[in-house]
């Protein structure tokens, strides 16, 4: 069975850093592209990075170039999400999505096919 399941989800102040991790079971990562996506109360789902299996070419939203850094782990089929300097504006519930290169469509959600059920990040003072 294909799962994706988050974590390192938590409540942090401004200026701190958390780091996402999104393991895969029944799938090798490294296959397929691998997209973080975010989405607050209210609003609509955005993607925030993106790290693609073709050849491993990474994306940012421009709202967090420069804080954030996706990674993948092969030994661990893991992708990661280093989220440093955060703001409260990027308290969002996040997830992680997998889909085939050249089927993705990044940052909109589609293409993706699995999905995990997300891990909740609040900054807040």
């Known amino acids: 069975q294909l799962q994706l399941v988050e974590s390192g989800g938590g409540l942090v102040q401004p200026g701190e850093s958390l780091r996402l991790a999104c393991a895969a079971s029944?799938?090798?990562?490294?296959?397929?592209?691998i997209g973080w996506f975010r989405q607050a109360p209210g609003k609509v789902r955005e993607g925030v990075s993106c790290i693609y299996a073709s050849d491993g070419s990474l994306k940012y939203a421009d709202s967090v170039k420069g804080r954030f850094t996706i990674s993948r782990d092969s030994t661990k089929n893991t992708v990661y999400l280093q989220m440093n300097s955060l703001k409260p504006e990027d308290t969002a519930d996040y997830y992680c999505?997998?889909?085939?290169?050249?089927?993705?469509?990044?940052?909109?959600?589609?293409?993706?096919?699995?999905w995990g059920k997300g891990t909740l990040v609040t900054v807040s003072s």
């Open positions: 999505a997998a889909g085939r290169f050249g089927e993705v469509d990044w940052p909109l959600p589609y293409g993706f096919d699995y």
């Open positions: 029944g799938f090798t990562l490294e296959n397929y592209s």
